[in-house]
């Protein structure tokens, strides 16, 4: 069984930076993309960043875009979020994901993923 498990959640000032793990197992995830995607209390889930584990390929939303940086350490089976200029419009539960079958430009598509872990707060205070 695929386990994603997030860590690294917690409370930022507006500007200030955090770093979000992902520890995966239960598979070779050589050939999946793995997502990372945030949520607000009554909204949809709303894609983040991506990243293709065998090429290394990355997409990002552009609200995101030059201040969040994915990136996975293969030894560890392990994804992170590097989050900063942090803005409290980032606060949401962000989860990490998993979709088979990757390989090129990673999928930004919720409905893709199969595989999600249970979540951390991120809280922005501005």
């Known amino acids: 069984q695929v386990q994603l498990v997030e860590s690294g959640g917690g409370l930022a000032q507006a500007g200030g930076s955090l770093r979000l793990s992902c520890a995966a197992s239960?598979?070779?995830?050589?050939?999946?993309?793995m997502g990372w995607f945030r949520q607000a209390p009554g909204k949809e889930r709303e894609f983040v960043a991506a990243i293709s584990w065998s090429s290394g390929n990355t997409r990002y939303a552009d609200s995101v875009k030059g201040r969040f940086t994915i990136s996975r350490d293969i030894a560890k089976n392990t994804v992170y979020l590097q989050m900063n200029s942090l803005k409290p419009e980032d606060t949401d539960v962000y989860s990490c994901?998993?979709?088979?079958?990757?390989?090129?430009?990673?999928?930004?598509?919720?409905?893709?993923?199969?595989?999600w872990g249970q979540g951390t707060q991120v809280t922005v205070s501005s």
């Open positions: 239960g598979r070779t995830f050589s050939r999946y993309d």
């Open positions: 994901a998993a979709r088979a079958n990757g390989g090129g430009i990673p999928s930004s598509w919720v409905s893709e993923y199969v595989y």
